[in-house]
């Protein structure tokens, strides 16, 4: 798992079906957007303060 604080602006560019699952939600998946610009998947979320842990689901695929 990573550790982020507060809020998240995170990027990742591989997978065609990309979502993120953490302590913030549960670890239910659900969907990052698709950035045509940067040619990336982005999550955008305001977090509680304090220590998140999470990890991507690429393609199905709990990664990181």
């Known amino acids: 798992c990573y550790y982020i604080e507060e809020n998240v602006n995170i990027k990742i560019s ?6 993120i699952a953490g302590s913030f939600n549960n670890w239910t998946p659900v969907p990052a957007t698709y950035n045509n610009t940067d040619k990336r998947f982005v999550f955008r979320a305001q977090l509680p303060a304090g220590r998140i842990e999470y990890k991507w689901v690429v393609d199905g695929e709990w990664k990181w």
Do not use: I, Q, R, T
Not at 14 to 19: A, C, H, R, T, Y
């Open 14 to 19: 591989l997978g065609s079906d990309v979502k």
